[in-house]
């Protein structure tokens, strides 16, 4: 497998030197040279790690951090902080925005690579970081092998603003969701299904259920009675009195957002013709 860095450095020798030395080392390389640059670029294509820069002409690497953080898609980046710096209160508050490393120039060339080697391998784990549960690769290794079986089942769990939740309360919380959210789901499956179920987080919203046709729909109904009745408690009393959340405001205008909610969705053998694990991933919305 061929990794993708985002080098994220305004001083054009040094981030062509890294570029040179990663590409030699394997990897393919972006280069960006301010942080709105660099948002833009994770947007069209998510790297496998950023090593970004603090120091930057339009605004620093902590806000690249932070606005990395409050987007879903690029929340679980993993980001190698590089600085002049050396000062504790710098390495603090990158190590609060989430970030794997942090490393201060001048820096070793070969001590740099050995820390983004060893960031890949603990990003790289098959399980979801979070929640512990098994992520988008053995998910579908697991998928891959129901094909050729008969009798199963499929509940697909999608925490629907859930990105909008991390927007205003920040990913904190968010994850406090996730894991509560898997913890439900495992307890559920324990009482109401096999003992050869299995439970996947592949995506950062959504969750997979794979189970016997006989346990669907219980097993469907008591997942869905226990997560609906969790969802109200991770907003604070005031907004839960309030039965709503207001965003806006300091002069920007203010609107109602909806509390999150479940949507799910069963796919079952018997009621499709699909035979091939492409169209089972399509029929998911997970990537083949």
Not at 94 to 100: P, Q, R, S, V, Y
Not at 115 to 120: G, I, Q, T, W
Not at 257 to 275: A, G, N
């Amino acid at each position: 497998m061929k990794y993708t860095l985002l080098i994220v450095e305004d001083d054009p020798d040094t981030s062509e030197m890294l570029r040179v030395y990663f590409e030699a080392q394997g990897y393919q390389v972006m280069q960006a040279g301010t942080g709105q640059e660099a948002l833009d670029k994770c947007q069209s294509k998510l790297p496998d790690l950023i090593l970004l820069d603090v120091r930057l002409p339009d605004f620093d690497g902590f806000e690249v951090g932070k606005r990395l953080q409050e987007d879903l898609r690029t929340s679980r980046l993993p980001v190698i902080f590089v600085t002049e710096r050396r000062e504790r209160d710098y390495r603090i508050a990158g190590l609060k925005l989430g970030a794997i490393d942090y490393i201060t120039k001048p820096f070793d060339i070969q001590e740099l690579r050995l820390r983004v080697r060893n960031a890949l391998r603990r990003a790289g784990s098959q399980n979801n970081p979070v929640t512990g549960l098994p992520g988008e690769k053995l998910t579908i290794n697991r998928l891959e092998l129901i094909m050729e079986r008969t009798g199963w089942a499929i509940v697909s769990i999608i925490i629907e603003g859930l990105s909008i939740f991390n927007e205003i309360y920040g990913f904190v919380a968010r994850d406090d969701v996730l894991r509560a959210v898997a913890l439900i789901l495992t307890s559920a499956v324990d009482e109401s299904g096999t003992i050869d179920d299995f439970v996947g987080h592949p995506s950062e919203d959504r969750f997979i259920i794979i189970t016997h046709i006989s346990k669907v729909q219980n097993l469907k109904h008591h997942m869905e009675d226990r997560l609906n009745q969790a969802m109200v408690y991770f907003y604070p009393i005031h907004d839960r009195e309030a039965g709503y959340v207001m965003r806006g405001g300091l002069g920007g205008q203010k609107e109602t957002v909806p509390f999150m909610r479940l949507s799910t969705e069963i796919v079952q053998q018997k009621d499709t013709k699909i035979s091939r694990i492409e169209d089972l991933l399509s029929t998911l919305n997970l990537p083949d």
